[in-house]
């Protein structure tokens, strides 16, 4: 399987950023890409750099709403499964949210972010509900695609509960700046979530200077033994193609392994529900 991560600037003009999208989705589906993922809020400027405001929060848009319905048609007319990443609006709460598209069109689900920080330049507390999904991985025309967006990935019983629902890659929109953590930590993380749960860990990062953050892209793949198989450049947009063979799943370290010697009832007398 071919998989494709957009790496790419945004600007203030969510009608360029649209505009780009489309174009980078359709040239990575001209090449071959069965699968195609964007970064966190990939789409438009990352405002959470920013306090919330009354008016920050009017960004935010529903799912199925603009921005999915045309990425649904494209995933349609490509025959492209595909996962973006979006500020979604259901009612009155607003999340930080990844449609999960199959590559014939249909709306399997949407993934919302977990676990909400809140630091300097990732204001989120402001912005995002924490999502409560019971299903984090979807069954696709490629296969079995799960969701890790950006802070989830840090939290070790997430990334289990991705492998325990039968994830064979997890795509991990992200917005990862210059400085942000120390060198090769971010990357090491997603290589041993990959190793310890045999799957591919896809992370697709935002790239390019905004007002209070540079995003870094870099965005890389990883195989299930945790080794990283293709890196984007830092610093410069990219469409970063990846042949991911899934037969590798089946016989990863994780699986013949870890997954087979867990003891959930050992792990509860620890607070931990692992089923």
């Not at 009017?58 to 494209?74: V, Y």
């Not at 896809?202 to 390019?208: D, F, M, Q, S, Y």
Request: glycine letters at 10%; one cysteine or more.
């Amino acid at each position: 399987m071919k998989i494709a991560l957009i790496q790419q600037h945004a600007s203030r003009d969510q009608e360029d950023n649209l505009h780009r999208g489309e174009e980078a989705f359709r040239r990575a589906a001209q090449q071959g890409a069965q699968l195609i993922a964007f970064a966190e809020l990939g789409l438009s400027y990352f405002w959470p750099q920013y306090h919330v405001s009354p008016e920050l929060l009017q960004k935010a848009e529903p799912i199925p709403g603009p921005t999915t319905e045309m990425f649904i048609s494209l995933a349609k007319e490509c025959g492209v499964v595909t996962v973006i990443n979006l500020f979604e609006r259901d009612g009155s709460r607003t999340y930080d949210a990844s449609p999960v598209i199959d590559g014939d069109g249909r709306l399997l689900g949407v993934v919302r972010m977990a676990h909400i920080m809140e630091g300097m330049g990732f204001w989120e507390k402001g912005y995002y509900h924490p999502g409560d999904n019971d299903q984090l991985v979807y069954p696709t025309a490629v296969g079995m695609v799960g969701v890790a967006i950006c802070y989830d990935r840090h939290f070790p019983e997430y990334m289990r509960a991705l492998a325990l629902q039968g994830a064979e890659i997890v795509v991990i929109p992200q917005a990862g700046a210059v400085g942000e953590w120390s060198p090769g930590i971010f990357e090491a993380e997603v290589q041993v979530a990959a190793f310890q749960n045999g799957y591919f860990a896809a992370l697709v990062n935002r790239v390019g200077q905004e007002e209070h953050l540079n995003f870094a892209g870099g965005s890389f793949v990883t195989d299930p033994e945790g080794k990283v198989i293709a890196r984007a450049p830092e610093g410069e947009d990219s469409i970063l193609l990846v042949d991911c063979d899934l037969s590798q799943v089946a016989t990863a370290t994780a699986k013949k392994f870890f997954m087979a010697d867990r003891r959930p009832a050992f792990y509860r007398q620890f607070g931990l529900s692992e089923e």
